[in-house]
């Protein structure tokens, strides 16, 4: 026990369900503190981990000693290294934000520490599992922690949304499961490395009808347009801190494994046809346009960062004709970063700016820029990245992404690319503009906890400052890959 | 026909069904059954699909052991948001998306 407990691999599952399952015996509410001091100590691990990484490649921990094909093996690569940093480095500061947004004894925030702490877990086990059963398991472990966490409010329009989404988010579940069905049918193993020259040798007609399914199935959970339905009402009606938390993370998971099938057993299947890759990214485009429409068209200020999400996915999803090349990666892990921290740190943003101004239509915000710059500072730094403008994070992306584009012969995509950033432009400065409106002096403003403003301004100022270190994280992506 | 092949067979024609239900009905109670039939056809196809020449290859069996403990985990929170919506709208339907 204390051996695994050393071990980030198994630690990174064992620390955020311990701390969980702590802050559900502590009672309704409460937690906050162990799960911040164990969260500092799982991003320490994850420190160790891409350090490990980065001097002696994949790491690798069979569960309990017993070892694949019987038991369960964790593996750890340059890609899942950086997933993992990705979501201790947002779920830190965002714990620090909760402890102060949630009034102790809240009726919204009964459950959020142990909720938290399970989704956490899943989280970490997704993205370190070596198998697709697993990944079933550690998926649907994230999809019903984040459909309680949108529940959490208890009012009848978060209860639809969360059973929405629920419904969505076991849909792309079961046809997930059903394509692992037919994967061991044929195979007999569900071993990601154990598959991939498998299905390279030999691959019946049963094996793309199980990649179909298992791509739309995660397709549906990343909320890639059309699929993005469920998405505006379960992100846009939560508490900040569990939209920022969904937005940032959740839809990343998903989005990790479509890239781990895509590269990985699934490789043979999606080279068939040199069209075949350009479905993601057109439905990525569409996601793009459709998304920022409506954000630029949104009234409520949660509502207009929701639908900024479904535009942010798109761009993940124009890597596909790039893969052949390792730039295309990067640029896609770059956006997932870039877009994680700027995300949370929006949401959490626009928490403080709801909780300072009572309510949370983008035209109330007028005067709040002279009441509370810092937030403010931290919603434009977020923007920042999300426009990609230099030297932020988003700006790395978009860069790498035009720089593979074009090095592919795909100018098209460097075209989109472009056009979403100016979208963006748009979205983001409406609620500038109203923000930085003069108004009178008698317009008042709750006092909100500074912590609050700090944690979002964090947030905000990672998501620029990565764009200064992305070459570490680059570094990291050469770890394990193939091609 | 092999059993095995009769049991992927039956989980063939009851998934598609449930994603029908999932998808068409608009009555809680109903998407929540059309659920459990969806999760079953995969689980018939897992177990059936793998056990050649009638014999049971157990590595499935764990799986689906697995699976059920998920869809009653989720049925179980499917019902409990159900209840509390009924509780609060009266109805046991999901309101149409208001459109912002």
Redesign the interface.
Known sequence: MTEALLDPLPGLILLPLAWGIAAFLLGPGRGAAPAIVTLSLQFLFCLQLTHQVLADGPATHPVGGWGA?LGIDLMADGLATAMLLLTQAVALPLAVYARAYFRPGAPEARHFWPLFGLLLAGLNGLFLSADL?NV??TL?LVG?AA??LV?MG???GQ??A???Y??AT??GS??Y??G???I???Y?S?SITTLEPLVAAHAPTLVGLAGGLMLLGLMLKTALFPFH?WL??AH?GAAAPVSALLSALVVKASFYLILRLWLGPLAPLSALHPLLPWLPALLGTAAIFWGSWKAIR???LK?MIAYSTVAQLGYLFLIFPLLGALGGLQAGIMQAFAHGLAKAAMFAAAGVLIKATGQDTIAGLAGAAQKLPLTLFAFGLAGVTLMGLPPSAGFLAKWQLIEAALGQDCWLIALVALAGGLLAAVYVFRVLRQAFLLTAPESSLQPVPRSLEWAAFALASASVLLGLRGVELMQLLHVGWAG | MSTGLLFALVGAALFPMGVAGLLVQRHLLRRILAFNLMGSGAFLILVGLAQRQDVADPVPQAMVLTGIVVAVAATALALALTRRLYALTGRLELPDVEHD
């Open positions: 094909p059963f079933y398991v649907e019903l459909v309680g529940a208890g009012g009848a209860i639809a969360a059973l929405r629920l419904f076991l849909l079961g046809a499961l059903l692992v069905a037919l061991y049918g044929s007999g569900v339905f505006p009402p846009g949104a009234l409520r509502m």
